[in-house]
């Protein structure tokens, strides 16, 4: 990501989002604010474009090499 000034604001969340977002973060060792930067750049990627994002376009693709047989055989 590029290292640019943030600007503060302010908002609420549910606390189970906030939760989430916190034990994400733990997990990662990283910061709760780059965890909300992300989730709300893909956010406004998906909004803006229209399109799946990247990782479940890498998913499918992964599961169309690993599965391809199966899947032709279920589309009898």
């Not at 474009?49 to 199966?70: C, H, M, N, Y």
Request: charged share 35%; net charge negative; glycine share 2%.
């Amino acid at each position: 990501m590029p290292n640019t000034a943030n600007e503060e604001f302010s908002s609420q969340a549910a606390p189970e989002v906030l939760s989430a977002l916190r034990k994400i973060a733990e997990s990662e060792g990283r910061p709760i604010q780059e965890i909300l930067d992300e989730a709300l750049r893909e956010y406004i990627e998906r909004k803006e474009k229209g399109q799946p994002r990247r990782q479940v376009i890498d998913a499918f693709t992964q599961s169309l090499s690993e599965f391809d047989q199966l899947y032709r055989e279920l589309a009898k």
